[in-house]
């Protein structure tokens, strides 16, 4: 157990050096776009002891200054911000112990972005946050109805986290999958609780699930040569993609552009895709991109858990399912 927890330490670590390299402005959630662009490195971590969250203390970064929050109320507006209030209690619950896993797992590790506080508002780098005055502006007349539902998923979970080896995880999360969640050792290291499980959302549940990106040939190849200085195109378009490879969960892993390989990441970053499920085509003398999903898709599915959800799953067998080998506490 203990070169267990040390081999997860040192991945952990490599992926603050790793992640801001292959994700495109990391996780995505439902509500904004693109969270947990990086883990911050390892530094001593202390078993979990669960704490009420009026008891939990941690610094966030506003505008470029450092304050102190209360868990029990910062953590409302989290969850506000990060997934719809229209979603099913049981999901909203779900979203709830995996953002305050998220803050606790930032507390205990210094991020290099922002190292005078735990976590900030930049949903591009930690957790997006909304206030009272911007939810207001949001839900209108229905902000007292909506804060409710909100505070109840956060009250009723109050204080659990989950762990691994009784610290508390990087609990990774995203909008949609397309039929499977990935694997962590496919983008930054072999952890035993982000792997690829089965996820149940389709283009049925899910706004804008599919979606294309048409780009010129001219655009494609000047965007590739940007990156790869070394790729060669010829004059006949139609034999500038070659193989792609596909990951486990149905992701482009590589592909081959122009002679060169490029991975999937990269590709989504490059010409701004909402994940790496992608197919590429040319046709009509352009490049077609059909994307399926959102997000980096580690971790839970946040349309995934909906449906679950939906399906009589409470939040406890929704955190099971989509971060196996960790406990609640």
């Known amino acids: 157990m203990i070169k267990q927890i040390i081999w997860v330490s040192i991945l952990l670590a490599m992926s603050a050096i790793i992640m801001p390299m292959l994700f495109h402005n990391g996780n995505t959630g439902t509500k904004k776009a693109e969270?947990?662009?990086?883990?911050?490195?390892?530094?001593?971590?202390?078993?979990?002891?669960?704490?009420?969250?009026?008891?939990?203390?941690?610094?966030?970064l506003e505008n470029g200054?450092?304050?102190?929050?209360?868990?029990?109320?910062?953590?409302?507006g989290v969850l506000?911000?990060?997934?719809?209030?229209?979603?099913?209690g049981e999901a909203l619950k779900a979203q709830a112990v995996a953002a305050r896993t998220y803050i606790l797992y930032c507390t205990a590790h210094v991020n290099p972005k922002h190292p005078q506080a735990n976590i900030c508002t930049d949903p591009g780098c930690c957790l997006a946050h909304s206030g009272e005055t911007e939810l207001r502006g949001e839900w209108g007349d229905k902000y007292?109805?909506?804060?409710?539902?909100?505070?109840?998923?956060?009250?009723?979970?109050?204080?659990?986290?989950?762990?691994?080896?009784?610290?508390?995880?990087l609990a990774s999360f995203h909008s949609s999958s397309a039929g499977k969640t990935e694997a962590g050792k496919e983008l930054w290291g072999d952890v035993p609780y982000l792997v690829s499980v089965d996820s149940p959302e389709t283009a049925n549940d899910v706004?804008?699930?599919?979606?294309?990106?048409?780009?010129?040939?001219?655009?494609?190849?000047?965007?590739?040569?940007?990156?790869?200085?070394?790729?060669?195109?010829?004059?006949?378009a139609s034999g500038w993609v070659g193989k792609s490879e596909m990951d486990g969960s149905g992701r482009v892993k590589s592909v081959t552009v122009g002679g060169t390989e490029l991975s999937g990441t990269e590709m989504r970053k490059l010409f701004s895709l909402r994940s790496t499920a992608f197919r590429l085509e040319y046709k009509d003398k352009r490049f077609l991109f059909t994307v399926t999903g959102y997000g980096h898709g580690l971790g839970m599915s946040q349309y995934g858990a909906?449906?679950?959800?939906?399906?009589?799953?409470?939040?406890?067998e929704i955190l099971s399912h989509y971060y196996p080998e960790t406990e609640l506490s």
């Open 80 to 88: 506000a911000a990060e997934m719809p209030v229209t979603f099913s």
């Open 144 to 169: 007292d109805e909506n804060i409710a539902v909100i505070r109840k998923a956060v009250s009723d979970t109050d204080g659990e986290i989950l762990t691994y080896a009784e610290n508390p995880i």
């Open 65 to 76: 200054q450092a304050k102190q929050e209360k868990m029990s109320d910062y953590l409302p």
């Open 35 to 60: 969270i947990q662009s990086q883990a911050p490195p390892e530094t001593s971590v202390k078993s979990y002891v669960k704490t009420p969250d009026t008891k939990i203390g941690f610094t966030v």
């Open 306 to 316: 909906n449906v679950m959800a939906k399906d009589g799953f409470d939040y406890k």
């Open 207 to 236: 706004p804008d699930y599919v979606t294309t990106v048409e780009v010129s040939k001219d655009n494609f190849r000047e965007t590739i040569k940007s990156y790869k200085p070394e790729a060669a195109f010829s004059d006949d």
